[in-house]
C-alpha cells in the first residue's frame, strides 16, 4: 500500500521586463509576500552548506480549511542556478515536499515565465495540497506580473 502520492502542475505567463529583472525578483522569496495569498511572513535563515548561493527561509502560511484557517510553519530555498532559471524547494508537515523550477525565456516584449512544481504529500492529503499551492501560485504570477509591469 503506498501512502504518499505525487503530482504536478505548471503555469505560464508573460511580463513585460527584461529576464534579469525577473530573475532577480524570483530569487527573493521576500518579493512574494504581498502577492503570494497564503504567506503571512517570511524570516531569512542561512544557507544551507549544500547550497551556499540559494536563500533560506522560514515561511508562515495561514492554509484555509473550509471556514478556518490554519498556520503552518514551513522551510523554504530559492537557488538562482542559472541566468534562466531559479529552483525552489519547499518542506511543509506533514511530509510534503513543494519542488519548483522557473524557467525564464527571452520574448520580443519581455520575458515568458514557465513554472514546473511537483508536489509530494501523503495520499490522504495530495489533492488538497496540489489544488492550493497551483491557485496560490497561479495568483502571485498573476500579481507578479502587475506589479512588476507597472515599475
Do not use: C
Not at 538562482?80 to 523550477?101: C, K, M, N, Y
Not at 488538497?128 to 515599475?151: D, I, P, W, Y
Amino acid at each position: 500500500m503506498r501512502f504518499m502520492s505525487n503530482r504536478e502542475f505548471s503555469h505560464e505567463i508573460e511580463i513585460e521586463v527584461t529576464p534579469t529583472r525577473l530573475h532577480a525578483f524570483l530569487s527573493d522569496l521576500r518579493n512574494y509576500v504581498p502577492l503570494h495569498p497564503l504567506i503571512e511572513s517570511i524570516e531569512d535563515l542561512p544557507p544551507p552548506a549544500a547550497l551556499p548561493h540559494a536563500r533560506h527561509y522560514r515561511v508562515i502560511d495561514k492554509i484555509p480549511v473550509g471556514p478556518f484557517r490554519l498556520t503552518t510553519t514551513y522551510r523554504a530555498v530559492l537557488e538562482p542556478v542559472s541566468d534562466h532559471e531559479v529552483r525552489g524547494h519547499a518542506w511543509q508537515f506533514p511530509a510534503i515536499e513543494l519542488i519548483t523550477r522557473y524557467a525564464l525565456h527571452p520574448i520580443e516584449r519581455g520575458t515568458r515565465l514557465v513554472e514546473r512544481a511537483r508536489v509530494e504529500a501523503p495520499l490522504p492529503l495530495i489533492g488538497f495540497v496540489t489544488r492550493e499551492a497551483s491557485r496560490a501560485h497561479a495568483e502571485t504570477l498573476r500579481g507578479m506580473k502587475v506589479l512588476l509591469e507597472q515599475g
